[in-house]
């Protein structure tokens, strides 16, 4: 028996384990599981839907069983078509209640061929096999609830492990139907919408569109899905990997793999490109904790907010907040506040607002904190009045006192 769930992307395994545990999101499961609710998709499906079975549809039945058998996947599983003019796919995982589902629309059924659809119902049953679907539920009642407030951290790491979540289901995708020029027709139909009929497919000639968004240096963090030139990309590096099962060319070790998937998928995040964006972070990261952990101690609220305002700049802002020690706070927080006096970047002012209301987010202002601020509007050559109205202002953001959070340096 192949035990396929190891060869599930490492990252995403890493940020369930983040979103499961330190934010304790595990907890939520058994409170969304929701028999009924299930059972009314089931209802639903069967009364606007077709199910597939050896006699309505011998052919696509006859795929998904074969699929199913290839990796090795015993839960049972109802297939379903329904009629819609989008080119989709989708599963439900039916948590023991009812049995699996997967749904292919009319349209891709139509524009797909056989060993195409296989590529779709691999990925799909992927990501049953996975359980994305326990986090998926969490992630959409949570941000739709009203009483639940989810931090800027915690949003920015769902977005990032559902894009991750369909790299792991390719590779079931790719196991199913193991040929890349297969899977690039899949992922250039998806893109371009038309068939061979319309447009000659080659693979090599498509990925070139990758080189260009490089170049472009633009992330494409929002959109729910990977690019389909990065998911093909990431098949590709992973089929010439010693990870992958049949792999006959000179493998990529696993070391190599992780490194090169990093820096394409590095292409879904965006970062600070201008100068006047780089120094802007710089000041919320270094200035931001010089003030915030003056007794290098964090208040959540601190942490939350620094994050937030990195957010507007960057979707890894994590990676901005970590400094091997105080005295690498100071000295960076020195620098950049040198810079800003310097070239008189009006910014200043607004970056010195921030800074005001990340002082009192607690629900505390301290003497010390005072301190602080006044000791920033020298070193920016901010005048101590001027200082004084942006102290006064942030106070209306003025929050409850919140709990001490640890220590943020590394090590």
């Not at 939520?28 to 549809?57: H, Q, R």
């Not at 002012?349 to 000791?375: N, P, Q, T």
């Amino acid at each position: 028996m192949n035990d396929f769930t190891k060869l599930r992307f490492h990252e995403e395994e890493i940020l369930v384990k983040i979103l499961e545990d330190d934010f304790a999101l595990k907890n939520y499961y058994e409170i969304f599981d929701n028999e009924e609710g299930l059972k009314n998709v089931v209802n639903s499906l069967l009364s606007s839907g077709v199910k597939l079975n050896s006699v309505i549809a011998p052919r696509l039945h006859q795929i998904c069983s074969d699929v199913k058998q290839k990796l090795d996947f015993n839960e049972d599983i109802d297939f379903y078509i329904v009629s819609s003019v989008e080119f989709n796919a989708y599963s439900i995982n039916g948590f023991g209640y009812v049995p699996h589902m997967i749904c292919l629309t009319s349209s891709l059924v139509q524009m797909f061929k056989d060993d195409e659809l296989a590529f779709v119902i691999g990925h799909e049953i992927g990501h049953i096999m996975f359980k994305h679907s326990q986090l998926s539920i969490v992630s959409s009642i949570l941000s739709k609830s009203d009483s639940q407030s989810v931090s800027t951290q915690a949003q920015n790491i769902f977005v990032r492990w559902h894009k991750y979540a369909e790299i792991s289901s390719d590779r079931m995708g790719f196991i199913a139907q193991p040929n890349l020029e297969t899977v690039g027709k899949v992922f250039f139909k998806l893109a371009s919408g038309l068939s061979e009929e319309h447009l000659n497919f080659n693979i090599q000639e498509y990925l070139k569109q990758l080189e260009h968004i490089k170049d472009m240096s633009r992330g494409d963090f929002f959109s729910s899905h990977p690019s389909s030139l990065v998911r093909l990309k990431c098949l590709e590096l992973f089929s010439q990997s010693e990870l992958y099962p049949d792999c006959r060319k000179t493998s990529i070790n696993t070391s190599g793999l992780n490194e090169e998937m990093h820096s394409i998928l590095d292409l879904l995040e965006y970062h600070p490109r201008t100068d006047d964006q780089k120094s802007a972070v710089e000041f919320i990261a270094s200035v931001g904790m010089y003030v915030a952990c003056g007794d290098r101690d964090i208040n959540p609220n601190e942490l939350e907010y620094l994050y937030s305002l990195l957010d507007n700049y960057t979707s890894q802002p994590e990676k901005y907040l970590v400094f091997n020690d105080y005295d690498e706070i100071v000295a960076r927080k020195n620098a950049i506040c040198e810079h800003y006096a310097e070239t008189n970047n009006e910014l200043k002012y607004w970056l010195c607002e921030r800074m005001g209301i990340l002082a009192i987010c607690d629900g505390k202002f301290d003497e010390s904190e005072k301190v602080l601020l006044f000791e920033l509007a020298e070193r920016l050559e901010i005048r101590e009045e001027r200082m004084r109205e942006i102290i006064r202002w942030a106070s209306g953001y003025m929050r409850p006192r919140g709990q001490h959070g640890g220590n943020f340096f590394k090590g």
